[in-house]
């Protein structure tokens, strides 16, 4: 079975970057489309991109043009290098695989089983 595990989270001044990785085990990340979001306290879940096995990608308009999302297959990894990032990107932010990811809004994601348990990004200076 699939599993995901997220890292790359920290405390960054407003500005700074940050480059998560999400690392898949179980089974090979190349057969899933990937998709990122993220939770911050007293506020719904938002998602925010996704990246299917070929590359294409998705993103929420409240990142792009900040962030990227990629993936090395062979490393069975995706990445989210996030730029730019304002107080408002402070959140959990988690990946999962999807069954679709045609819109961003539209997102469908599996079960939260198969989620990873997240990273928490700080941005505050």
């Known amino acids: 079975q699939l599993q995901l595990v997220e890292s790359g989270g920290g405390l960054v001044r407003p500005g700074g970057s940050l480059r998560l990785s999400c690392a898949a085990s179980?089974?090979?990340?190349?057969?899933?489309?990937i998709g990122w979001f993220r939770q911050a306290p007293g506020k719904e879940r938002e998602g925010i991109s996704c990246?299917?096995?070929?590359?294409?990608?998705n993103y929420a308009d409240s990142v792009k043009g900040r962030f990227i999302i990629s993936r090395d297959n062979a490393k069975n990894t995706v990445y989210l290098q996030m730029n730019s990032l304002k107080p408002e990107d402070a959140a959990v932010y988690r990946c999962?695989?999807?069954?679709?990811?045609?819109?961003?809004?539209?997102?469908?994601?599996?079960?939260?089983?198969?989620w990873g348990k997240g990273t928490l990004v700080t941005v505050s200076s």
């Open positions: 179980g089974s090979p990340l190349v057969y899933y489309i």
């Open positions: 999962a695989p999807l069954y679709s990811c045609d819109t961003i809004p539209t997102m469908r994601a599996f079960a939260e089983d198969y």
């Open positions: 990246i299917y096995s070929g590359g294409s990608t």
